[in-house]
């Protein structure tokens, strides 16, 4: 992932926590836990991968809109791209 290391950094914590919050829900299956507490946990597992996925398009989309490309190994992504991108995360 091209991007500057504040960036980065954030996905990576929100991948980890999302990492965490997995962990406990495979748990409270094994635990029996009630249904309405597992789904809820999953939920928040569900939104923590989205935003580090959003965190990645939108740097990819400032990437393209200025042009830069992510470390001179590859073109800055097009728009239908990021579209495409985008959509596959909602």
Do not use: W, Y
Request: some cysteine.
């Amino acid at each position: 992932m091209a991007a500057d290391q504040n960036t980065e950094n954030e996905v990576l914590n929100r991948l980890r926590r999302a990492q965490g919050q997995l962990t406990g829900v495979i748990a409270m299956i094994e635990q029996g836990r009630d249904c309405k507490d597992v789904v809820t946990q999953l939920a928040a597992v569900s939104k923590a991968l989205d935003r580090a996925g959003f965190k990645i398009v939108a740097t990819g989309m400032r990437a393209c809109a200025t042009g830069a490309a992510a470390n001179g190994d590859h073109p800055p992504l097009t728009e239908a791209e990021l579209e495409k991108l985008f959509l596959t995360l909602s």
